[in-house]
């Protein structure tokens, strides 16, 4: 009886544990379908700025862009200030909202021209109402010669990271580099309740590091390509086995990127997914067929939002 009580105490800890999603929705719809693939999302508390970053179709462009919400409107997007001339994506603003990560290929030395591997900047302001100043590479020990992505800074200021260089349990992990006396430590990849012998990626963190959401990539079990998972902290400071948000969140295509706006308590995440084959239709109409092929959900790189509490 006491092993049946104390399941049941289990479960129903398991249960509280999960987030409470809704009905996923597009975000930005009518701001970005006329752009190619649009991925990324930073955003201020407040929720009326926005940064997230435009490629090409194949990626062969990546710029970072932002827009502002005045009067419950967006206004239209603009490349951002430090952005254009390089591979720049996947922006994450800092708590205090002064300091913007980012991800560039850019020349660290000022006077080059050449681009290099993918490394994490970050630019500051003097106030919110102030322009960025001059990107600075974070520099070693999370930088390296090889590519990192996808920064997500806490409110102890460590850094997660996506990496796939030395020291990974397979191919991309999620790492972490703590803000030890004001220096970063030497990155470490996350544990095995996290990352595998295969990809995990695009992490998000909360700010005071309780859970995290990231990237599985054709797990066992998934809804397909690249599934949204979450890890909650243990009570003893170690990250508990990822669950899938399963197929409330997840589509049968990659879905990554994960951001969440703690105060509205909204959930925001790229997806690929694809309705243009969901139903039968003949054209006979050019204009048509290309207004279908363009619509929101064409399996592009798209934006979307759920609410998202934990309890």
């Not at 290929?105 to 000022?110: A, F, Q, S």
């Not at 803000?179 to 996290?194: A, E, M, Q, R, Y």
């Not at 995290?212 to 170690?238: E, H, M, V």
Request: hydrophobic fraction near 35%.
């Amino acid at each position: 009886m006491k092993k049946i009580f104390l399941l049941l105490f289990l479960f129903s800890v398991h249960l509280k544990a999960q987030p409470t999603l809704t009905k996923v929705e597009p975000f930005l719809e009518n701001l970005i379908v006329e752009l190619p693939s649009v991925r990324d999302v930073a955003m201020n508390k407040k929720g009326d700025e926005i940064y997230m970053t435009v490629q090409g179709y194949q990626g062969e462009l990546s710029t970072i862009v932002q827009s502002t919400l005045i009067n419950g409107k967006w206004n239209p997007i603009n490349i951002a200030s430090f952005s254009g001339k390089y591979d720049d994506l996947e922006p994450f603003l800092s708590h205090d909202e002064l300091r913007l990560y980012f991800v560039s290929n850019r020349p660290t030395n000022i006077t080059a021209d050449t681009v290099v591997d993918f490394d994490i900047w970050y630019v500051e302001r003097k106030s919110i109402h102030d322009p960025w100043l001059t990107p600075v590479n974070i520099g070693g020990p999370v930088n390296t010669l090889q590519d990192e992505f996808y920064p997500c800074i806490t409110l102890s200021g460590n850094l997660y990271f996506t990496g796939g260089g030395e020291g990974t349990k397979g191919k991309d992990d999620i790492f972490l580099s703590e803000w030890v006396n004001g220096k970063f430590t030497v990155p470490v990849s996350l544990d095995s309740t996290i990352n595998s012998i295969g990809y995990e990626f695009n992490a998000f963190i909360a700010p005071d590091e309780s859970y995290l959401l990231f990237t599985g990539y054709n797990r066992p079990g998934g809804q397909g390509s690249g599934d949204l998972y979450i890890s909650k902290k243990t009570a003893k400071g170690t990250w508990g086995p990822a669950q899938n948000l399963g197929d409330k969140i997840n589509s049968k295509q990659m879905d990554y990127c994960p951001f969440v706006n703690t105060k509205t308590q909204e959930l925001f995440f790229t997806s690929k997914r694809n309705s243009l084959g969901s139903r039968e239709k003949e054209f006979k109409d050019v204009k048509k067929l290309l207004k279908e092929m363009n619509s929101f959900s064409n399996g592009l790189s798209r934006l979307y939002k759920t609410s998202f509490s934990i309890h």
